[in-house]
C-alpha cells in the first residue's frame, strides 16, 4: 500500500512539473525559428527559474529580472519582482522548486538514470549549502547594483556567468538554430557549458546539486519554509524518530526534527514514506506538532 502511494504520488509529481514546464515553454514557434518571444506575458514572471532566453520562454525569471532592475542604472528597487517573490515565498515556499521549476525536474530525471553508486550529499555538505546565499547576495544583489559601467549601468552577473538553466534552456537551442549566433560564441559560453556539463554529470549522482548548492531562487524560497502557508507538521504523538523520512529524502533531511527545512523542497517523500503517517502538510487535518 505504501508503495502504491509513493508511486501515485511520484507520478503526479513528475505530470504537474512536465505540466509546467510545457505551459511555461509553450512558444513552439521561437524553438523551431531560434527565436525569443517578446509577447505581452514576457513582461510577467513565473515562479521557477525559467530562462527569459529560453525560445519557448512565455514568462520571464523572477532572479534574471531582479537583476535586470538592480543593474538599471534608472531603477535600483524591483517593487513587482520583490512582490512576487514575497508572494510565492509566502504561500508556497520551496514547493515550487520541487514541483514547479523546469531545471529541478531535468535534476529529477537525470537522477533516475541507474548508477553503480549514487551519493547522498557531496564532501563538505555541511558548508556547501551556504554557497546559494553568498550567490544571492554577491551575484544577483550587489555586483549588479554595484559593478557598474562608465554610465552607471550594471549587468546580470548570474545569469551571465552562472546560471546552467539559461545555458540549458536558453543558450543551447539558440546557438543550435541561429548561424549567427554560432559564429560570435567564444569564452564565456564554454565557460556557462563546463558549469552546465558538471552539474549535469553531479545530477545523476547527487540529487539536486544545483538547488542545494547553488541556486539564488531556492535561497529566497528556502527561508520562507518555516513560515509558508504550505509547510510540514510533525504529529508528536505517532512520530517514532524511526529516521525512516531521512532515508528516503532526496536531500538527507531529517523532517522528523526539522519538517521546514530551509532545504526541503516539498517533494512529499517523507510524507508517503512514514509509516506512521505522522507527517503532514498544513492542507492536511488533525496533526498536533512538535
Not at 544571492?136 to 546580470?156: C, R
Not at 504529529?235 to 536531500?251: H, N
Request: hydrophobic share 40%; net charge positive; proline share 7%.
Amino acid at each position: 500500500m505504501g508503495k502504491r502511494l509513493k508511486q501515485a504520488g511520484d507520478r503526479l509529481r513528475l505530470g504537474v512539473q512536465l505540466g509546467f514546464a510545457a505551459l511555461t515553454n509553450g512558444y513552439l514557434a521561437g524553438f523551431l525559428g531560434g527565436k525569443i518571444y517578446t509577447g505581452k506575458t514576457k513582461s510577467l514572471c513565473v515562479p521557477g527559474l525559467n530562462c527569459y532566453s529560453c525560445p519557448g520562454a512565455l514568462g520571464s525569471c523572477p532572479i534574471g529580472s531582479l537583476q535586470a532592475v538592480l543593474a538599471d542604472r534608472n531603477y535600483k528597487f524591483a517593487f513587482y519582482v520583490s512582490g512576487f517573490l514575497l508572494l510565492f515565498g509566502a504561500v508556497l515556499g520551496r514547493f515550487v522548486c520541487g514541483w514547479l521549476c523546469p531545471f529541478g525536474l531535468v535534476q529529477d530525471l537525470l537522477h533516475k538514470i541507474p548508477f553503480p553508486k549514487k551519493r547522498r550529499k557531496l564532501p563538505g555538505d555541511r558548508w556547501l549549502k551556504f554557497l546559494k546565499y553568498l550567490i544571492l547576495v554577491g551575484f544577483v544583489i550587489l555586483l549588479p547594483l554595484y559593478a557598474v559601467n562608465f554610465i552607471g549601468q550594471g549587468q546580470p552577473w548570474f545569469c551571465k556567468y552562472i546560471c546552467p538553466s539559461g545555458t540549458l534552456l536558453g543558450g543551447w537551442p539558440l546557438v543550435s538554430t541561429n548561424p549567427a549566433l554560432q559564429q560570435t560564441i567564444g569564452w564565456l559560453f564554454a565557460w556557462k557549458n563546463l558549469i552546465l556539463v558538471a552539474l549535469l554529470v553531479l545530477s545523476v549522482l547527487v540529487y539536486r546539486p544545483f538547488c542545494r548548492y547553488l541556486c539564488p531562487l531556492g535561497a529566497i524560497y528556502g527561508l520562507f519554509n518555516p513560515i509558508a502557508f504550505y509547510r510540514y507538521q510533525v504529529d508528536a504523538e505517532k512520530c517514532t524518530a524511526c529516521g525512516l523520512c531521512q532515508r528516503t529524502c532526496g536531500l538527507d533531511i531529517p523532517a522528523y526534527q526539522t519538517p521546514n527545512s530551509p532545504e526541503c523542497i516539498r517533494c512529499g517523500s517523507c510524507v508517503k514514506a512514514c509509516p506512521h503517517q505522522a507527517i503532514k502538510s498544513t492542507f492536511s487535518k488533525g496533526c498536533r506538532t512538535n
